[in-house]
């Protein structure tokens, strides 16, 4: 009984290490695109809270936190207080199977790659359920938006992991990120690429991020799925929304980029495995998310769909047929090891 | 009891009440919502019978995509709830009748002593993969009725399309090949002008 | 290695038939033309192409391959030889007729082949995965076939009637093969037979089993008291789709029921021949009485469907293989005779206009003399006139009911059929005795239909002279 105690607690304890960093995450990581942003378009950003405006995100916190959630009066309550959870639950339970070294991982499960995915399929829900039960006209044209986006790129992202799946020969993440030892051009990015590309920009596209944030559309529909929401429930909505980029961007480092390997295998000291690389794998394809909302115009929604429909899905279904002749003929140095873990 | 035998009742309980909730809400999108809940707490007693690949396959094909896209008709439907109650408090006495057949009929055919799927499997050891044996059973065994499924999906697109898609004169399409085979000519035209001196144009332009 | 090589191939008529049916899919997209002609000759092309393999593969003894989950026997070997043919001629009556009403020619071919495609899987299904399977992807091409027709309300109205019953009989069967699962603890369909013969008391479940099963198969085959959706869908659908759907599944159906009710529970045979004696002459008696009162012949030739479908199981029910052969006679002449009087309808319409109404064969004989001939030899067969084939094949079922000793079965039988020869006759007497009203001709269609018509009746005729060769193929398909 005292070990299953001391059990529940040590996973615990293992939670709130992934967790607290992850949070810290999200807050800079909305300084940094301010930032960022900011730089890109000639300005400073955010200089006035703290040195160099480090405190701004926790200023940002404290005055949310602070202001009042309106139901609107003809909402439906319940799935109005709800949606918010709903949105960041999934958001945050997919890092249970995010390895972040050798063996580091809270849940170290067969399937991990089929829960990210059914996982990252659940966050629309929240975005639906916010623009209806506010009983908003601009929310629900948002939740509309939302959901016929989902499900055109879930699918393209499906067929882009079952590359990944067929390259590693394992829904394992772990098993995938030591499927590509051997440094940078065995990792899976290069056999992949299209599948990379698909993967990643189909990505940004779930977590409805620019330029395919036709969900929140400010200038189109106000603010979309959240326009009724005030102080901490819209907050979660953006914890939410960052939480997912931060993951995305780790699952890409995991699956296309070697994960916890180092690009420099060989090497002493720098050709070691560490988190460190995948933090800063991490980091990079974070900064690809910035870049894009400063560069790219949004798209028009015709334009999304006909983009997920008629050329990622498509790009991908060749793709996994062109990589299943190359594990058929063993082509090395990336398959030929594939297919012998698949023969055995 | 076990923790697991636990974790099942709790399970079963929140699908039967989700699915019992499913027919009797007034509204369509509670419904909708209770069926999904329904669907998560079966994909949980999945899990537990060791399914792991089919229970995340469920929360993934029918809570993320299939019940997305019945939330999106259903909250489309401007539908009058009041007839929808009518209904069914007149057709509850023979749903009730048929509903008590069916258990009784499930109870004796379950309490029957030849029924081969009552016993128990052995349980596998730590390094099973559900997942593994799944596909090797599939893509051997299985692999005529995998494709005929294939052929029943091919089916059900082309009659979604041809049923659906109608071409409307007045509609508007992107001609993405026109888009990208526009050169700057056709678009823009730069006028050479000669360059005007300062005395000839309007002087109030400087100040505007 | 190389065996497991041949056993891939032993479908071989089901790959033809699928890959040739996604070709034209694809030609189909690329065509411009609104009549897609392309399409049309690719898919008669692709039938005649499954017709010679099914004919080159035919094995001499039953080969079961692919796990178990196929079987290739003679009674496989010939249902899908007819079913093909039928599927032809239905796309032959139907091109123009099609045409002249805006159905997409293009999705019609292609749901008709895949239709074939799940019927042949039906046939020849070893596993009851695969029996489920070719069913639905059987149905589901038929419900999209009966919609196609967009802009007719009762064409989307029939499709929905179709669509829910159709599910519900397939849960219905689905749950049946369910406990039959749960049973026995396996789905192929001679491990299930052997199972039920083993253990003859496994009593409750498989009894449960045997009533959905049977459910089911009554649903899909449109017997009283399962048969309320019949008369709507055939009248509802375009015309060309009730030709489809009134001829090929009913051979498919037959051999389903075979498969289930033969193979796989052919010791229980007591349990559900009773069930099949009830559905039987319900089927008779409801079918033909009600059929007089029609003034619709699309509707009454869907009751006498229904009268026609108590006769098939007439010759199940007798549980010998007598019974089983003369069955799949009647299923396969039937479904030719059928095909016939649907396609006599198409004949007669044109554009803005259809022949449905049983006046609209008044005085067919003072304008049309040979046509009405051959209506005439449609009537007479499926009244059952000698020397018609019709008259073989009530004969055949009603013999191999007389020798299991069900007497006053074929009594029955015989009398409803006397009451049914009324209506056909009705036709007869519209056609050479009344004056003509409005305007019908066969103006509308082209020489395709006409000669198909003529040969589709005679036919008739002439397998009644000589039944002989087919009735021996049916009666070796049971050894």
Request: net charge neutral; aromatic share 12%; charged share 10%.
């Amino acid at each position: 009984m005292v070990e299953t105690i001391w059990q529940v607690l040590l996973i615990l304890i293992k939670i709130v290490v992934i967790l607290v960093p992850l949070m810290l995450g999200v807050a800079y990581l909305t300084y940094a695109e301010r930032k960022i942003i900011g730089y890109m378009q000639v300005r400073i950003g955010p200089n006035r809270v703290g040195p160099r405006g480090w405190l701004q995100p926790i200023a940002d916190a404290m005055k949310l936190l602070m202001k009042e959630i309106i139901v609107p009066s003809n909402a439906n309550r319940f799935l109005f207080v709800i949606a918010p959870m709903l949105s960041l639950g999934p958001a945050l339970a997919a890092w249970a199977v995010i390895p972040f070294g050798d063996g580091m991982v809270l849940a170290d499960i067969d399937a991990g790659l089929l829960y990210v995915l059914a996982l990252s399929s659940l966050g629309v829900y929240g975005v639906i359920i916010a623009g209806w039960a506010a009983n908003s006209k601009y929310g629900l044209l948002g939740a509309m938006r939302s959901a016929a986006q989902m499900v055109a790129y879930e699918i393209a992202m499906g067929f882009a992991l079952v590359g990944v799946l067929m390259a590693a020969g394992s829904l394992n993440l772990g098993a995938i990120v030591r499927a590509q030892a051997g440094g940078v051009l065995h990792w899976f990015w290069l056999p992949l690429l299209p599948l990379f590309l698909v993967y990643f920009i189909s990505g940004v596209a779930e977590t409805n991020r620019a330029p395919f944030d036709v969900a929140e559309g400010e200038s189109e529909i106000v603010a979309g799925f959240h326009v009724e929401y005030s102080g901490m429930a819209f907050a979660v909505f953006f914890l939410a929304e960052y939480a997912n980029m931060i993951l995305i961007a780790a699952l890409t480092a995991i699956m296309f980029a070697g994960g916890w390997l180092s690009p420099f295998a060989g090497i002493p000291v720098l050709g070691a495995p560490s988190l460190l690389w995948l933090l800063a794998k991490t980091a990079f394809f974070l900064f690809f998310f910035l870049w894009f909302r400063a560069t790219f115009p949004r798209y028009r929604y015709d334009q999304i769909m006909r983009l997920g429909w008629k050329v990622f899905i498509p790009l991908t279904i060749v793709w996994l047929l062109v990589e299943g002749v190359a594990i058929m003929a063993r082509v090395g140095p990336w398959f030929d090891h594939a297919a012998a873990a698949a023969g055995s | 009891m076990t923790f697991e035998k636990f974790v099942f009742y709790v399970f079963a309980l929140i699908t039967v009440y989700a699915a019992f909730r499913v027919i009797t809400v007034r509204n369509p999108v509670h419904a909708v919502l209770h069926l999904v809940l329904a669907f998560f707490s079966s994909a949980g007693i999945w899990l537990l019978a060791e399914a792991e690949f089919l229970g995340i396959t469920l929360v993934l094909v029918y809570v993320g995509a299939v019940m997305v896209l019945f939330l999106f008709v259903v909250m489309m439907l401007d539908v009058n709830l009041a007839p929808l109650r009518e209904g069914f408090v007149r057709y509850l006495p023979v749903g009730g009748a048929i509903g008590g057949l069916m258990i009784l009929e499930m109870s004796l055919i379950l309490a029957s002593r030849h029924f081969a799927a009552a016993k128990a499997l052995p349980p596998h050891g730590p390094h099973y993969s559900n997942t593994r044996e799944l596909g090797a059973l599939l893509y051997t065994d299985y692999a005529y009725p995998f494709e005929i499924a294939a052929f029943i999906l091919l089916v059900a697109i082309v009659a979604a399309i041809a049923l659906t898609l109608r071409r409307r004169p007045d509609a508007r399409r992107q001609q993405v090949g026109e888009q990208v085979r526009v050169r700057r000519q056709d678009r823009v035209r730069l006028v050479a002008m000669a360059a005007e001196s300062r005395s000839a144009g309007p002087a109030e332009e400087e100040g505007s | 290695m190389s065996s497991e090589l041949s056993d891939v191939l032993v479908p071989l008529p089901e790959i033809v038939l699928a890959g040739l049916a996604s070709l034209v899919l694809i030609v189909d997209v690329f065509q411009r033309s609104r009549q897609r002609p392309a399409t049309y000759y690719l898919a008669q092309l692709s039938l005649l192409a499954t017709m010679v393999t099914v004919w080159a593969t035919a094995p001499d003894q039953p080969v079961v391959a692919l796990h178990g989950t196929y079987i290739a026997d003679t009674m496989a070997v010939v249902l899908k030889l007819f079913l093909l043919l039928m599927v032809l001629g239905v796309f032959v009556y139907g091109r123009r007729y099609l045409d002249q009403r805006g159905v997409a020619p293009g999705e019609f071919h292609v749901l008709g082949l895949f239709g074939a495609l799940g019927m042949m899987i039906l046939v020849s299904a070893h596993s009851f995965l695969t029996l489920y399977l070719g069913l639905e992807l059987m149905a589901l091409s038929i419900y999209a076939m009966v919609a196609l027709h967009r802009d007719s309300r009762a064409a989307s109205e029939a499709a929905m009637k179709y669509f829910v019953l159709g599910a519900l009989a397939s849960g219905m069967l689905l749950y049946g093969i369910s406990i039959l699962y749960g049973a026995t603890g396996s789905l192929d369909i001679a491990t299930v037979g052997a199972r039920i013969g083993d253990q003859a008391q496994l009593g409750v479940p498989v009894a449960f089993a045997l009533t959905f099963i049977v459910v089911g198969l009554a649903f899909k085959f449109g017997a009283v008291p399962f048969h309320m959706w019949v008369p709507d869908i055939y009248d509802g659908a375009p015309t060309a789709v009730t030709l489809y759907l009134g001829s090929a599944p009913k051979i498919a159906a037959f051999g389903m029921a075979i498969r289930l009710l033969a193979d796989a529970m052919g010791s229980s045979l007591a349990d559900w021949s009773g069930m099949l004696v009830i559905l039987s002459v319900l089927s008779m008696g409801l079918g033909n009485l009600v059929a007089i009162a029609q003034t619709n012949i699309k509707r009454m030739l869907a009751y006498s469907t229904i009268s026609h479908v108590g006769f098939i199981f007439l010759g199940i029910l007798a549980g010998t293989a007598e019974g089983y052969g003369s069955a799949m006679f009647y299923a396969l002449t039937y479904a030719l005779m059928s095909l016939g009087s649907f396609g006599m309808i198409i004949l007669l319409s044109r554009r803005g206009f259809e022949a449905d109404r049983l006046d609209d064969f008044k005085g067919l004989n003072a304008r049309h003399p040979w046509f009405a001939a051959m209506m005439l030899i449609l009537m007479f067969s499926l009244a059952g006139v000698p020397p018609l084939v019709g008259f073989y094949a009530k004969l055949a079922v009603l013999q191999a009911v007389v020798h299991v000793g069900q007497v006053w079965l074929a009594a029955v039988a015989v009398l409803f059929s006397v009451i049914g020869a009324f209506y056909y006759l009705r036709v007869v007497k519209l056609m050479y005795f009344d004056a003509p009203e409005g305007e019908v001709g066969v103006a509308g269609q082209g020489l395709d239909v006409r000669v198909l018509l003529s040969l589709n009746a005679l036919a008739v005729l002439g397998l009644g002279l000589f039944p002989g060769a087919l009735l021996g193929w049916c009666m070796a398909a049971f050894g």
